[in-house]
């Protein structure tokens, strides 16, 4: 495997459902990033792992929660999710530098429908 | 506090034609400027970065971009539209910390035959 991947690609669940959402970087990061992409919105940071310390915006709702065991693994675990947070979740990875160049390298998404 | 915003959410041009995507920024520290392309049903894939080391930034597919530090602007072209182009275009700006990637809105390009 190379880059990164996210599993599943596609993801169906009911309001009522937990599930899980996988991404790996096969590149030697040390940060990586969870993104929300809806219709019609500008893509929307939700978390960021970058050396073992966790960054959230604090506009996402609690139902979405991370989870970074590694540099090189990062979940999303979701339950009692809302219609509304039907999207493509995307994952990303960098290279922490203090310079400010984050370089980020994107997975494929999960493709999120709630129903 | 930085921001990006990409002048036209869609673009049309014509197979063979120039392409021209637009990006203006706001920054206040030095930017790091980078152009990503995604395609539908997949993830954004970097065309190209701009680090300071030239203002003229060569990406992959035959892209570059100009950083006018006068203009705030990182604009994007490519001299001849292939329909391969077709696909959403987002600029981002990068500054001291990791979480303050800054992506602007995309702008969907169309290529007509």
């Known amino acids: 495997e190379t880059g990164v991947t996210q599993t599943p690609r596609h993801l169906v669940m009911g309001m009522t459902n937990k599930k899980s959402l996988k991404c790996e970087q096969h590149?030697?990061?040390?940060?990586m990033y969870w993104y929300k992409q809806s219709a019609k919105k500008p893509l929307e940071l939700m978390f960021v792992?970058?050396?073992?310390?966790?960054?959230e915006n604090n506009s996402v709702p609690s139902r979405f929660s991370p989870e970074c065991p590694n540099s090189s693994h990062l979940f999303l675990h979701l339950h009692t999710l809302q219609p509304e947070d039907s999207a493509l979740y995307l994952c990303?990875?960098?290279?922490?530098?203090?310079?400010?160049?984050?370089?980020?390298?994107f997975g494929p998404g999960t493709r999120l429908t709630v129903t | 506090a930085q921001s990006v915003t990409q002048l036209g959410s869609h673009v049309s041009v014509s197979e063979g034609a120039l392409v021209l995507l637009r990006c203006n920024y706001s920054?206040?520290?030095?930017?790091?400027l980078f152009w990503y392309v995604q395609y539908p049903n997949q993830g954004l894939q970097l065309l190209l970065k701009?680090?300071?080391?030239?203002?003229l930034v060569k990406g992959i597919n035959g892209f570059e971009a100009e950083f006018k530090k006068s203009e705030t602007s990182f604009h994007l072209t490519k001299p001849s539209a292939h329909m391969s182009d077709a696909a959403e275009y987002f600029c981002?700006?990068?500054?001291?910390?990791?979480?303050?990637?800054?992506f602007g809105p995309g702008t969907s390009l169309s290529v007509i035959p």
């Open positions: 701009y680090t300071s080391a030239a203002t």
């Open positions: 920054s206040s520290v030095p930017p790091y």
């Open positions: 990303a990875s960098s290279q922490e530098w203090t310079s400010g160049m984050y370089e980020q390298y």
């Open positions: 792992y970058s050396l073992e310390e966790r960054v």
């Open positions: 590149l030697g990061h040390n940060a």
């Open positions: 981002a700006v990068s500054g001291t910390s990791y979480d303050k990637v800054i």
